[in-house]
């Protein structure tokens, strides 16, 4: 057992460190499709796909689809009380915006329950650990680039190289 735990001591790590948010779909995605949401996308981005408006007094639960079927299906979505006819007036349009999301005709039906629909936090992003300005030899050089969609892109370059910390890693 000894000899096992050593050559797997030896043996490089294949990839690097992850962030927890590139694993979080994998994780949820058997929760998700147990209760009906093949796409866990659907709840994550459900302020993107219906609106913020929309977003802050609905929830999507469930997508049920016919029997051996990703077509056709009913979306199960909880909507704060009182708020319900008005979404019941915009109906067909969350079904199109659903639809667009999927790129088919995933959603036929919408049933509608009332509940609680807890708000969720906008996400916010911290800045970049070293912004850095542009070198003010780099950027007096690029004001005289008439093309603006190139000027751009070599601005962007040269910030990028500002903000880096030695050479570039080739993956």
């Known amino acids: 057992m000894k000899i096992r735990d050593a050559a797997a001591a030896e043996r490089p790590r294949v990839g690097g460190p992850r962030q927890i948010a590139d694993l ?3 994780i949820g ?3 998700f499709r147990k209760f009906g949401f093949v ?4 709840v994550t981005r459900w302020p993107e ?3 913020a408006h929309y977003a802050a ?5 469930s997508i049920r689809f016919p029997v051996g079927k990703k077509a056709g299906g009913t979306l199960q979505l909880t909507v704060m009380s009182g708020h319900a006819p008005m979404i019941q007036h915009v109906l067909p349009d969350i079904i199109e915006r659903v639809n ?3 790129g088919y005709a995933a959603v036929t039906r919408i049933a509608m ?3 609680e629909v807890r708000a969720t936090p906008s996400e916010r992003r911290p800045l970049p650990r070293n912004l850095k300005p542009v070198p003010v030899e780099l950027g007096e050089s690029l004001r005289d680039i008439g093309d603006p969609e190139l000027r751009t892109v ?3 370059l040269a910030q990028g190289l500002a903000n880096s910390s030695g050479l570039p890693k080739i993956s």
Request: hydrophobic letters at 45%.
């Open 49 to 51: 796909i219906v609106g």
């Open 57 to 61: 007094i609905s929830a999507p639960e």
């Open 39 to 42: 796409q866990s996308s659907v």
């Open 154 to 156: 070599l601005e962007s």
């Open 29 to 31: 995605a058997a929760a």
């Open 113 to 115: 329950r009332q509940g």
């Open 24 to 26: 979080m779909p994998q």
């Open 100 to 102: 667009r999301f999927f």
